[in-house]
T-cell receptor, first 117, second 113 residues
């Protein structure tokens, strides 16, 4: 089956630093990837849609200058949380749609737990 | 805007019984509805997708129904096992036919041995 990996799985950083999270589709190409954020006992909230070779589309209320997204290849999208603050602490999950598939199914990564001290 | 309602209280059942989880939505009827499983500290795993013109879909011990009149989907796990314990999320597509789903908060299922 289609596999999506995320790295790192867990990161702790100091307030004011930047953190990069990688999302990779391991056995398929993904023109489109999505970035979600999930707070404890809450639903997944879509942050942005990442399109290979073009600018990401951000959801309302998500600061594009704070959450930088780069989708440089068909198998890799990165999310950089710039100048992180404690309120950015959350569970970040990416997903990818198989470009060669039916287009309905998203494959999710295992998530990255970010803790900002 | 679309509102997705899943029971926030955990569902506790005994091993071997059938677990039934509910997903209700308001406003527009989605073109399709998906169910995912999420374990603690992990990303969601896709289980089943049911389209608006389908009443029921099955996969092994799983069954999903979709009632567009009631605006409700039911998710059943038959012969439940402790390994089925997890949070189950339902997700609906957004208007316009995109494949970006909107997720409910999920319902926690606990299967007791």
């Amino acid at each position: 089956g289609a596999v999506v990996s995320q790295h790192p799985s867990r990161v702790i950083c100091k307030s004011g630093t930047s953190v990069k999270i990688e999302c990779r589709s391991l056995d398929f190409q993904a023109t489109t990837m999505f970035w979600y954020r999930q707070f404890p006992k809450q639903s997944l909230m879509l942050m942005a849609t990442s399109n290979e070779g073009s600018k990401a589309t951000y959801e309302q209320g998500v600061e594009k200058d704070k959450f930088l997204i780069n989708h440089a290849s068909l198998t890799l999208s990165t999310l950089t949380v710039t100048s992180a603050h404690p309120e950015d602490s959350s569970f970040y999950i990416c997903s990818a749609v198989n470009s060669g598939g039916a287009g309905d199914e998203q494959f999710f990564g295992p998530g990255t737990r970010l803790t900002v001290l | 805007s679309q509102k997705i309602e899943q029971n926030s209280e955990a569902l506790n059942i005994q091993e071997g019984k059938t677990a039934t989880l509910t997903c209700n939505y308001t406003n527009y009827s989605p073109a399709y509805l998906q169910w995912y499983r999420q374990d603690p500290g992990r990303g969601p795993v896709f289980l089943l997708l049911i389209r608006e013109n389908e009443k029921e879909k099955r996969k092994e011990r799983l069954k999903v129904t979709f009632d567009t009149t009631l605006k409700q989907s039911l998710f059943h796990i038959t012969a439940s096992q402790p390994a089925d314990s997890a949070t189950y999320l339902c997700a609906l597509d957004m208007p316009g036919g995109s494949y970006i789903p909107t997720f409910g908060r999920g319902t926690s299922l606990i299967v007791h041995p």
